[in-house]
Nanobody, 118 residues
Framework: VDLVESGGGLVQSGGSLRLSCAAS???????????MGWYRQAPGKEREMIAQ???????NYADSVKGRFTISRDSDNSAMYLQMNNLKPDDTAVYYC??????????WGQGTQVTVSS
């Protein structure tokens, strides 16, 4: 499975960005997807889950982004998105997409940098 993020960049505080994650690989169709999510890692901090979407499109968000970020995905699991509104300097981080297949195998993208200036 290959995951490729895009859409990161530099934005002013209060601005918006939309991240995309393109997913490909036969294993997605063979095994099925248990869940997909977005994580981020700021300098000197651990990687943290910020949004995830699981079967039947149940979503979970970290408290720090709830009400500002929205996760979504295409019905065939070929892409996932993160709409980020009202961005804050504390949102500055490398953002990673994650996919977990049925059976528990997890995959990561290479990450995309998001920088929010004050």
């Amino acid at each position: 499975v290959d995951l490729v993020e895009s859409g990161g960049g530099l934005v002013q505080s209060g601005g918006s960005l939309r991240l995309s994650c393109a997913a490909s690989g036969m294993a997605i169709r063979v095994f099925g997807v248990n869940g997909m999510g977005w994580y981020r890692q700021a300098p000197g901090k651990e990687r943290e889950m910020i949004a995830q979407i699981v079967k039947e499109d149940d979503t979970n968000y970290a408290d720090s982004v709830k009400g500002r970020f929205t996760i979504s995905r295409d019905s065939d699991n070929s892409a996932m998105y993160l709409q980020m509104n009202n961005l804050k300097p504390d949102d500055t981080a490398v953002y990673y997409c994650n996919m977990v297949l049925q059976g528990g195998r997890a995959y990561w993208g290479q990450g995309t940098q998001v920088t929010v200036s004050s």
